[in-house]
C-alpha cells in the first residue's frame, strides 16, 4: 500500500516563528500536493509539486513555500507562523503511472495538526 | 471557479440508510468522488463515478448522479457506527498543470446505535 507519511501529528508553534511541515511518500509518486483543512470549508489546495524541484500556487499560497528537493520529499514552509494559519495541515500524494481511470487518485496522510499561539 | 458544496452535518441511527448530497459547478468534471475521513486519519477515496454515468452501486454504496442539475448524492445502506466519518465530495478539472481536484466542505455523518 502507499504510505503518505507526516512528520508530526501535533505541532505548536508561537506567532513569528519558522515552521516547517514534513511530507515523505514510499510509491515514487510524482505529484505531491499540501491542503490545509478548516471546519465548514473542506479541503483547500495550498501548493503542489508535479516534479523535483517543481512547485506551483494553489488556492491559497499566501503566507506559506514549498520545497521539493527530492522526490519522495515535500516540505510546506511557514515563514513567519500567525494565528490564522493555526488549522490541519494534509500532505497527498498522486501519480500519472497508475491504473486508475484518471491520475487524480490522491493518497493523503494522517494530518499535522498545527496551533500557532 | 469550480465550487463543491455540502451541507455539514447527518445524522442517522444504526441500520438506517444514510443520503449525502454534493452539488458542483463545473460541467467538465470527468469524474466525480467521494472521500472518507475517519477520525484521526488522512482522507480515503471511497468510490468514484465517471460523468457519463447516472449510477454506481459498490456493496452498501451507491452513487448517483444528476448530471443535468449537477448533483451528485452518496447512499450507505445499512449505516453502522462504523461509517461514522466526514465524507467528501470532489469534482476534477484541468488546469495548465493537469487534472485537479476541488472538495468541497464536507459532511460529518453521525451514526447512532
Known amino acids: 500500500d502507499v504510505k503518505v507519511t507526516q512528520s508530526s501529528r501535533y505541532l505548536v508553534k508561537r506567532t513569528g516563528e519558522k515552521v516547517f511541515l514534513e511530507c515523505v511518500q514510499d510509491m515514487d509518486h510524482e505529484n505531491m500536493f499540501w491542503y490545509r483543512q478548516d471546519p465548514g470549508l473542506g479541503l483547500r489546495l495550498i501548493y503542489f509539486s508535479y516534479d523535483v524541484k517543481m512547485k506551483e500556487k494553489g488556492d491559497i499560497p499566501e503566507g506559506y513555500s514549498v520545497s521539493r528537493e527530492k522526490k519522495e520529499r515535500f516540505s510546506l514552509i511557514l515563514e513567519s507562523a500567525s494565528t490564522n494559519q493555526t488549522s490541519m495541515y494534509l500532505c497527498a500524494s498522486s501519480t500519472l503511472r497508475t491504473d486508475f481511470p484518471t491520475n487524480e487518485k490522491l493518497f493523503f496522510g494522517s494530518g499535522t495538526q498545527l496551533s500557532v499561539l | 471557479g469550480e465550487d463543491v458544496e455540502q451541507s455539514l452535518f447527518l445524522s442517522v441511527r444504526e441500520g438506517d440508510s444514510s443520503v449525502i448530497n454534493c452539488t458542483y459547478t463545473d460541467s467538465s468534471s470527468t469524474y466525480l468522488y467521494w472521500y472518507k475521513q475517519e477520525p484521526g486519519a488522512g482522507l480515503q477515496l471511497l468510490t468514484y463515478?465517471?460523468?457519463?454515468?447516472d449510477m454506481k452501486q459498490d456493496q452498501r454504496l451507491t452513487v448517483l448522479l444528476n448530471k443535468k442539475d449537477k448533483h451528485l448524492s452518496l447512499r450507505i445502506a445499512d449505516t453502522q457506527t462504523g461509517d461514522s466519518a466526514i465524507y467528501f465530495c470532489?469534482?476534477?478539472?484541468?488546469?495548465?498543470?493537469?487534472?485537479?481536484?476541488?472538495f468541497g466542505g464536507g459532511t460529518r455523518l453521525m451514526v447512532k446505535p
Open positions: 463515478i465517471f460523468s457519463n454515468m
Open positions: 470532489a469534482e476534477s478539472f484541468i488546469n495548465n498543470a493537469g487534472n485537479m481536484l476541488t
